[in-house]
């Protein structure tokens, strides 16, 4: 746990007031006193800021602060996770360029992969991570980058991220995680071998459902200067900062997908508690997987901290046992399942993960509704699945509301 760098990393305490919090920088743009010291910034001989496209003040605590949960080199917070991940790709790959990625990512990941991407001229080769041999069965000389999601959401499966880095390392290509289902209350996945790290901050950052947001992390492992990467060697002067450089330079401020200030405020004002509600997340998530398991209404669980799912055994050597606070859960029938998402009470029926309050969807008719049958089953998503990002009720209470609805759900099928 990280309690104290979650509330204090970052803030230079520069303050005329004696504040206590961040204060939102609601600005666009900043101005200096001379045209030769606005002239040093632009050409970046002197720390400044120009524009809030480029850096804010208030963005720039929240960066600080990400960086020193996840322990790494620096971060770009972004306009949300999507911008995060658009970013990073295409700010590293061109036409002709491959892309490694396991299948169950988030819908949204695989939309701009196999649309937007696509589109540009960048192939991706979708792989199932519960074999990492399938990671180097994919590789060609044209693979600039892999992909993965620490817990695959909704597929809950876990790759074997030091192996699958290794073999990055080997082919000498960044390993790119996008680690929104385990947000950074301690900073392990620098250790675990992770390039550059993504975080949808819309999720347990905010944890209150009221601000969209992402981030970029270097983690400091990956040799930019000696890379591939033609776009990144003109900023190697700023040696492991030279891939953020780039980003702040080049596709992060061209796409244009910068962090608002009061996001930023939101985001660090909910990163003071991360840690903390985490801990109420995972015993929630333990507890009602559990309670799903033994209930004879539920044809099947998915939550990867069960003792008989696959990955257990990569949850208890890589994330110290903490399985996320998503699950995923059958009832055979679409139908059925319907019955369960309108007879709940306390769970809410709609999109988003990570919130304060528990929430229930049917992935198949909503975020996978654009994949065929054929796509949804290797994303992991069958006609009956229920996905539920737990949430910090009292464990008693979304306990009790599930029963009545799974009692709902099957009575009204008979
Ligand atoms: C794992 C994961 N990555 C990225 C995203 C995209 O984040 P955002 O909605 O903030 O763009 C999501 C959204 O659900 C997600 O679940």
Redesign the pocket.
Known sequence: MNNTTAIHAGDQKKSDWGQSTVPVYQTVSYSYKTAKELEAVFSGRALGHIYSRISNPTTAVLERRLAGLEGAVGCIATA??????SAVVLGLLKSGDHIVASSG??G??ISLFNDTCTRMGITTHYIDVADTDNFARALTPRTKLLFV?TIG?PKMDVPDIPAVAELARQAGIPLVV?S??TPPVTPRMKALGADIL??????FINGHGTA???AILDTGRYDWANSSFETVKPFKQAGQLAFLAYLRNGSYRDLGGCAAPMNSFLMLQSLETLPLRMTQHLANARRLATFLRDAPEVDWVNYPGLPDSPFADRIDRLLDGQAGAILTFGLGSKERSFRFLDSVKLARNM???GDAKTLVIHPAST?FHEFDQEQQTQMGVAEDTIRVSVGLEDADDIVADFAQALALAVREAV
Not at 80 to 85: L, N, V
Not at 198 to 203: E, P
């Open positions: 949300s996770g999507m911008a995060a991940i990512l988030f949204g990941t999601e959401n996008d929104t289902v993504i975080h949808s901050t819309t999720k969209m947001g992402g999109t988003n993960l975020i």
